[in-house]
C-alpha cells in the first residue's frame, strides 16, 4: 500500500450531505435548523466565529441503558476543516483492545471526559467538542426516508428482548424501513463482528443521503426538529452556525479506516505499522479526489466452500487494500474454474481494478480479460445465472468479477 492509507472520498450534493451527517451522529444541522428561525435572523443572534481549524467533535453512539449502563454502540472521530471545505469521518472500532479492556468500556467507566483523553493519547488528537447520539436516529431516518434496497448475503439472526431488538433476515434482496434497518446495522454476529458492521453502516448511510435528493427544505427542517431530543453536545449553537454557512457551498467527506488489526487471539488491536500514517491522514485531512471504488464480486472457484474462504478474503482485503469486495459468493454455486481470473465488466476501471488485485494477490498470477469478447461475456452471463439459481442476488453493477481458486 505503499505506506498509505486510502481514503474513500465522494462528492455529495447539499442536501444528500445534510443528511449524510445527521446519520452519522453529526448533529451540526441538527440543532441549527432544529430552532426553526428564520435564517438571517438566527446568524445576527447566535453567529459565533470558529477560530480553530481543523475543528475536530468525538462522536458517540449509544445503546440503550441496561443495568445502569449505557452502552456504547459506535465510536466515530469527525474533523472538519471549514476553512477548505474538507470532513474527514473515522470509526473507531468499539472492540479495539487498549491494554486488557475494550475500548468501549472506558465511555462505561469513565464517560465522556476518559474516552477522550484515551484518543488523545492514542493518536495525538485534541476534541474541541463532543456528540452523544441515541442510535434511535437511524430507526427515525429508516421510516422517513426508507424503504431502501439491501442485499443481505448470509443469515442474520439475533434476538434481545431487553432492547426489543429481533432481527431475522435470510439471504436476498430486501426494501427495509427504520425497524429492520436499525437491526440490520447493528447486527454484529457474524464473523467480523464491528468490524463488518462499520462496513454495513456506511452502506446505509449513503444510501439514505441519495434518498434524500428530493426533500425540500420544510422537510428537512421537520426531520432536524425531531431528531433534537435524540442528541447531547457541548458544542456553542453560534459556532454551529458558523461551520454550517462555511461548509454549506462547497464541501468534500471522507472516511479515513481506522489502523487495526485482529491478533492470533481473535482481538482487535492497534496495527503498530500503520498507526503513524494514520496519524498523518487525520493530522493533515489529505483527502484527494480519487475515482470511485470500483465494484468488485468476488467469486469461490477453490475447494473449500466454507464461510472460512469469506472470513480469510474479508480479512484479506481489508489489510492489503483496506476494502471489501461489494459482494462475496463463497458458496458453491456450480462455477468453476482452473486459473484465477478477472473479467473486466467497466473498461474504464480497468488500471484501478487491476492495481486492487495486485495488491491484494500479489502471487497468484491473475489473467485479466475484457467481457467485450464474445467467450467472456458467455461466461459473465453464466455466472449470473448459476448466482440466481441458488438464491444468490447480483448487486449490480459490477466493474468486475474476480474468480479465486485458492
Known sequence: ????????????PRVAFIILLSALFMSILIIVIGFMIPGQMLVQVLYKRVEKNPYCLLVVGTDAVIEKTVRTDAIMIVI??????????????????IGKNKINSLYEKFGMKGLQETLKQLLSIEFDGYAIIDYSVFKYLGDKLGPIEIQVKEPMK????VQNLHIDFQPGVYQMKGHELLGYIRYRREAMGDLARIERQKEVLIKLAEKARNLDVFQIASIFSSLRKSVSMNVDIGELIYLFLRLKKNMSIGFASFP???????????????????????????????????????LNCSPD????????????????????????????????????????????????????????????????KLSSESDVFEQYLFIIKKMAENRIYPTFPYDAIVLVTK
Open 1 to 12: 500500500m505503499n505506506g498509505k492509507i486510502p481514503l474513500e472520498v465522494q462528492k455529495l
Open 80 to 97: 472538519i476543516d471549514h476553512q477548505l471545505g474538507k470532513i474527514l469521518i473515522t470509526n473507531v472500532p468499539r472492540d479495539l483492545l
Open 158 to 161: 439475533y434476538v434481545d428482548t
Open 260 to 298: 487495526y488489526l485482529i491478533n492470533k487471539d481473535g482481538d482487535v488491536v492497534i496495527d503498530a505499522q500503520k498507526l503513524s500514517d494514520y496519524k498523518n491522514v487525520i493530522a493533515s485531512l489529505n483527502m484527494p479526489q480519487t475515482k470511485s471504488t470500483p465494484k468488485i464480486l468476488l
Open 305 to 368: 466452500k466454507s464461510r472460512g474462504f469469506l472470513i480469510r478474503s474479508q480479512d484479506l482485503w481489508n489489510q492489503k487494500v483496506d476494502l471489501l469486495p461489494s459482494q462475496i459468493v463463497w458458496e458453491e454455486v456450480g462455477v468453476s474454474s482452473d486459473r484465477n481470473i478477472v473479467i473486466i465488466l467497466d473498461k474504464g476501471k480497468q488500471e484501478q481494478v487491476k492495481s486492487i488485485i495486485e495488491k491484494v494477490y500479489p502471487n497468484y498470477g491473475f489473467v485479466f
